[in-house]
């Protein structure tokens, strides 16, 4: 119980405050956890670095997504206190310890009832003997009372255990709930990132790259000085390269393996030929790289003049 406890809260200040006013019976003030706290963070620095630039779009879209997962993981919170660690709480803290004093209870009255038998055994007068009886039918009936009652607590246990059985499936439920929902935000924001241009200006004339964006995309970068002095190609640069016949030379952005015999692995910044072949699908070019040849994805290069 306690573990769960941490698990839910790992900050002990902050279960203190809430374990204060549960005992208060006054509901305990909300309060922003990490993700929450982090996604505001981002957000403030993406607007602030400008949501027009690739990377302030990207800090608050990322902002955007850890706030999602703070509430997803408030609602974890709230699903597992209400449906598996408050009613072990109270099993702990109401009925088991209902049993454990009713057992120890029976224990007393079992040394009462000890004690009763062997006063009887040693009694020798008649008078003394007929007192101990008289006891011994008063603890026996108290035993047996006493006795039954520990029983029938205790048979209540099976169905104590169907009980925390189905609060335990709800509370891996509520899990499994979270961390879907998590997988998905992630998932989505990876798409976002991937959408966003290869490169682009920044204000002082520098290029700047995010990550590799999915190879279904054929998306490449605008026109953009590089380090070397050429011209990186535009859309249109990429069209016209499709439709014609000649090669041209491209540099690659990304690591790539090849994932069959008919593609060719790239290494980043190196400069490889590439050229269309007809039929080939829209995505994609054939590359050359010394005797090395084989289909390249586009959105892994840029396009030289």
């Not at 309060?31 to 981002?42: A, C, F, I, S």
């Not at 993406?46 to 879209?61: R, S």
């Not at 009255?109 to 004690?115: I, P, S, T």
């Amino acid at each position: 119980m306690k573990q769960t406890e941490v698990l839910l809260q790992p900050n002990p200040n902050a279960r203190i405050e809430e374990f204060v006013y549960e005992k208060l019976d006054r509901k305990a003030p909300s309060r922003v956890n990490n993700p929450e706290l982090l996604g505001q963070y981002m957000i403030d620095a993406g607007t602030e670095f400008g949501p027009g630039t690739a990377y302030g779009n990207a800090l608050i879209k990322c902002g955007e997504t850890q706030k999602r997962i703070g509430t997803a993981d408030r609602e974890l919170i709230q699903t597992a206190a209400l449906n598996f660690l408050t009613p072990l709480r109270n099993f702990i803290e109401g009925d088991y310890k209902t049993i454990a004093k009713e057992r120890k209870l029976l224990q007393n009255k079992r040394l009462d009832l000890d004690a009763a038998k062997t006063r009887l055994k040693k009694a020798k007068a008649a008078e003394t003997r007929a007192s101990s009886e008289q006891e011994l039918r008063i603890t026996q009936s108290e035993f047996d009372r006493q006795a039954e009652i520990t029983r029938l607590l205790l048979e209540g246990i099976s169905s104590t255990h169907a009980h925390h059985l189905r609060c335990l499936n709800d509370f891996v439920e509520a899990q499994m709930t979270y961390y879907a929902q998590c997988y998905q935000y992630m998932l989505d924001l990876q798409k976002q990132l991937g959408s966003f241009p290869s490169s682009y200006h920044s204000n002082n004339n520098q290029t700047s790259v995010v990550p590799a964006p999915s190879a279904s995309s054929n998306v490449i970068g605008s026109s953009a000085m590089t380090s070397s002095g050429l011209v990186m190609t535009s859309p249109s640069n990429l069209i016209d390269l499709k439709e014609g016949s000649g090669s041209r030379k491209a540099r690659v952005l990304y690591d790539y393996d090849a994932a069959n015999s008919s593609e060719l692995s790239l290494l980043a910044d190196e400069v490889i030929t590439v050229y269309s072949v007809v039929g080939m699908d829209s995505d994609w070019l054939m590359g050359e790289r010394g005797n090395q040849k084989g289909r390249v994805p586009i959105t892994y290069l840029e396009l030289l003049n």
